[in-house]
């Protein structure tokens, strides 16, 4: 993880485009300027930080799901809950799970494991849409690239949002 | 279109806290009942989960966004039930 640039997913360990799942595992560093004030002589990752990288997961397996032709924003959070600490040096796995792929949204459950024990789990909704820049596809395929996303077989789009698009927000 | 306001209207009213007896078929989902999108994401979800369909939410933002409908024609509660019953409609077809 590099924190400071909201890098939160590390690696790909195992994705299945036919039961929509993904599954991450994700290096908390030993050290960042974060852990200076949170906590002093008690590092603890945040908590929010546990919902990103959970919601960063999610939204790995959606861009995936679609192809990477439609970027995923996060919506809400819903059902969050943080078991157990998490300290630098851990390696967070994380599952995520597609519930339901609506028009323009997406509803998924994610969970991260240390060593086995559940830490965090939550259900995460996210806002598809087209790119609204070039240059952020591009990012974000670079980090496909960077993080080992299985990229050989296409997913089926049949259950997909198609790709034109409106703007939720603006309901 | 009674069943499916029926399904609707308690989707509605688990889902945002609203009491039953407030939800009408004339209600506009977010001019009356204060339903905002991100809440509607949550009531479409249900909504795609009750009847095995998926609301055509993007299409039907950039058509009210582009002026080209009213958000009447989708968020007034009986022209959603009816948007929903030619959903099921379809998928059936």
């Known amino acids: ?171 | 279109m009674s069943s499916t306001f029926e399904t609707v209207a308690n989707i509605i009213a688990e889902t945002c806290d609203i009491p039953r007896e407030n939800i009408t078929p004339e209600s506009h989902a977010i001019d009356d009942l204060g339903i905002d999108s991100l809440d509607f994401l949550d009531i479409a979800f249900a909504i795609d989960k009750a009847f095995g369909i998926k609301l055509p939410l993007e299409s039907w933002t950039q058509e009210v966004n582009e002026g080209k409908a009213t958000t009447e024609q989708y968020f007034v509660l009986k022209n959603l039930c009816a948007r929903i019953d030619e959903l099921i409609a379809a998928k059936s077809a």
């Open chain 1, 1 to 171: 993880m590099r924190l400071e640039y909201f890098q939160m997913v590390d690696k790909v360990l195992a994705l299945d485009l036919e039961a929509r799942t993904l599954r991450t595992a994700n290096t908390v560093p030993d050290k960042s300027p974060i852990f200076e004030g949170h906590f002093p002589g008690h590092p603890l990752l945040p908590g929010v930080l546990l919902f990103e990288i959970m919601a960063q997961s999610c939204g790995m397996l959606l861009l995936r799901l679609h192809n990477y032709d439609r970027m995923a924003f996060l919506a809400s959070v819903d059902k969050g809950k943080l078991r157990t600490f998490v300290v630098p040096g851990q390696v967070i796995e994380v599952f995520a799970e597609m519930v339901h792929d609506g028009s323009g949204y997406a509803r998924l459950k994610a969970e991260g494991r240390v060593e086995g024990k559940l830490v965090c789990n939550a259900e995460v909704t996210l806002k598809t849409m087209p790119f609204p820049a070039p240059e952020l596809r591009g990012y974000l395929l670079e980090t496909a690239e960077r993080i080992g996303m299985p990229m050989d077989a296409p997913a089926e789009l049949g259950s997909a949002a198609p790709a034109s698009a409106g703007n939720l927000t603006h309901v």
